[in-house]
């Protein structure tokens, strides 16, 4: 009998705070809010650590209650909380509260500010939910809760178009990975007659090797990974997470660098003993992730605008984790997962103290100088960037080395994985440091900012009389301290984060990720006759040098590109015409898409399910119906005269027919 | 003994006297004493059959009926007052507001 954790309050505290702001909120003043949202997202951190303090009775399950009983087939509200978790817990509560922190100095002056947090703590509620859930349906409860804060989020400044069409569009392509999630809940429930992890993985590490081979779990590996894909925003769903950054810039950093897009790479290792055992759909995921970051990596350096830099960033870097993934590598995917939270979360946040400094301003080409203005942003966000681009010691270096020698030495892995993986790096550098020269270096190339008028909406003046963060807006300014510290926060932890070293952090996942180890290593050894395991040491160590040299690489590129030589990047572009152009573009993916897809589906619906069938065939069949039955009426009314002899005419009439009719059939 | 036909031919005579002067007449009264009339020629029918086969439902019926008919009588009368004090008139045929 282990000691009861109470799991359930995790995601219950910010749930309760969701609750109190959004019924009272608006009532309240804006301290209040602030109480009540730090306080609950708070407690939810506390109580995390708290069981992370516990972590020898790991595994537990916290059974709540009976949801669904159907024959032999039972789903419950549980809670189940392994090493794996535990590492997702500490990571969204973590960075979560710190972002929480840093709103209230970002948010300060906007409408709606209750409404803000009441989403943000909603948003925790979920993904605590997805993160804790012992079952796929409860875990899809929190996927599908994390999208629809996802959409409130992007779209809260719903009275911007953008905005709003850019929330759709990620709720409705985030629809579509959940369709492929959801077939693949029936196909478990239908053949393993269960949801429950436990009782799936036991299932699946038990059927064998012909039935595991037969193709069901590598459908069920493929649409989970659709799922993960729409989610995690990869190839080919990866296109409404550059729109998603149309929301406030502490949400980009929470739900769309830190957590919530990472839910894709924690269900596909939580679903680890199904991969394991289809390995066809383990390399899909290994190629979708690897093409994912390159290709997003490739979009990144072209772009301007300073938060959709960092957007593509996040897409490469989340192609990483399933790359990692792919390889059967999890805990590097984690690693990664976790280290990126930290160092992408800062970067966010730093990118939105930057905008505003310099008063709404998001183009990168209207940038530039503001070390010297805003020098502990500069820091912080100098720290991300070294840590993004993998230099030693900073923590990406060691996810980001992990997964790459794991791309080449696990059993799944290649080296054309290892390849793409290190180009992948140069770029990220390369990016990564042409932000970081063009926003901080060189000269000021903005106007003066005057105030917030570009990207927020606005409260009235008088409404921040009271506010206890003061901003100047002239000139500009660096961020109050509210907003500074989990900066400093995140900056440590990109700095520190990857000390804890991939040989420890493999060995406190290894509970979860070797459980079934018997039949995972038999499937194996099946598979990959390959030279195992390819040598360790001092190869090893080549790719580390391998892949800082990339790193060092790109940096010297954006500095040469960026710092040294600025009109340089231009003759380049010339140079390269048409694929330049088609960059710049994001290779008009979101125009092919709007024409296969889009256009189609609109125009489809327009002439055939509205024009036609709703208006042509419903609408017209009740329409006329109505029509014939009045038509008839007009006629048929005239019966009713009024005359009474009439009426008795007819009733006499009728009788005499009855009558006439009964006695033909008795005679008959 | 009497044989059944000619009470039911009386019957039918009377019922259909009753029919054509509810068709022709147009005061009211004279209508409603044609209803009394058909009503009649159908009592007249069964006690005629309770008659012929020694059963007593037939006499019941027509006890039924003559209840039936007094109240009706009562009512429809109250009616017809209320009809000519309304209207003015106990002519039928002027009696139409509720057509469309």
Known sequence: MTPNLHLWLIPVLPLVGAAINGF??????????????????????????????????????????????????????????????????????????LIHIYSVGYMWEEAGFYRFFAYLNLFMFFMLTLVLGSN?????????????????????????????????????????????????????????GSLNFVQVFRVVSGLPAEVAGAGLLTSIGLLLMVGAAGKS?????????PDAMEGPTPVSALIH???????????????????????????????????????????????TDIKKVLAYSTISQLGYMFMACGVAAYSAGIFHLMTHAFFKGLLFLAAGSVIHAVGGEQDMRRMGGLR????????????????????????????????????YSSPYGSWVYWAIGVFTAFLTSFYMFRLWFLTFFGEYRGEAPAGHEDEHLHVAKDSRAGAPVPHGHDGIHESPKIMLVPLVILAVLSVCGGWVGMERFDKFLSPTFHAGATAYSEEVAVATPAPQPKEQGSSEALFTGISVFAAALGLFLAWLLYYRRPQLPQEIAKALGGFYEAVVHKYYVDEIYAAVFVKPLIDGSTRVLWQGIDRDVIDATLDNSAEGAREVSDVVRHMQSGNLRSYAGW??????VLIAYMIWMGTR | MVPLSYYLVLSGILFACGVAGFLIKRNIITIFMSIELMLNGVNLSFVAFAAQW?????????????????AESAVGLA??????????????DQVDLLKL
Not at chain 1, 233 to 241: D, E, F, S, T, V
Not at chain 1, 651 to 656: E, L, T, Y
Not at chain 2, 62 to 69: H, I
Not at chain 2, 79 to 92: D, E, P, S
């Open chain 1, 233 to 241: 925003a990869q190839i080919p769903l990866y296109i409404w997470l």
């Open chain 1, 257 to 303: 660098a830190a957590t919530m897009v990472t839910a894709g790479v924690y269900m596909v290792a939580r679903s680890h003993a199904i991969f394991d055992r289809a390995p066809q759909a383990l390399m899909v995921v290994a190629i979708i992730g690897t093409l994912t970051a390159l290709f997003a990596a490739t979009i990144g350096i072209c772009q």
């Open chain 2, 54 to 70: 020694h059963a007593l439902s037939g006499q019941v019926f027509v006890f039924f009926v003559m209840v039936v008919a007094a």
């Open chain 1, 136 to 192: 796929y349906l409860v875990m899809f409860i929190g996927w599908e809760g994390v999208g629809l804060a996802s959409y409130l989020l992007i779209g809260f400044w719903f009275t911007k178009d953008s905005a709003a069409s850019a929330g759709k569009k990620a709720f409705i392509v985030n629809r579509i990975g959940d369709f492929g999630f959801l077939i693949a809940l029936f196909l478990m429930i239908k053949h393993f």
């Open chain 1, 651 to 656: 009733i006499a009439a009728g009788a005499a």
């Open chain 1, 372 to 407: 010297h203005h805003i020098p502990w942003t500069f820091w912080t966000m100098t720290a991300g960037t070294f840590a993004i681009a993998g230099f030693p010691p900073f923590a990406g270096f060691f996810s980001k080395d992990a997964i790459l020698w794991r791309a």
């Open chain 2, 79 to 92: 009616i017809i007052i209320a009809v000519y004090r309304t209207r003015g008139t106990l002519n039928v």
């Open chain 1, 24 to 97: 009272f909120g608006k009532r309240f003043s804006r301290q209040t809010v602030v109480a009540v949202a730090l306080g609950f997202s708070g407690a939810a951190f506390a109580m995390a650590l708290w069981v992370a303090t516990q972590a020898s009775l790991l595994p537990v399950l916290e059974n709540l209650a009976p949801w669904i009983r159907a024959g032999d087939f039972q789903v419950d509200f549980a809670f189940y909380l392994d090493q794996l978790s535990l590492v997702m817990l500490l990571v969204v509560t973590g960075v979560g509260f």
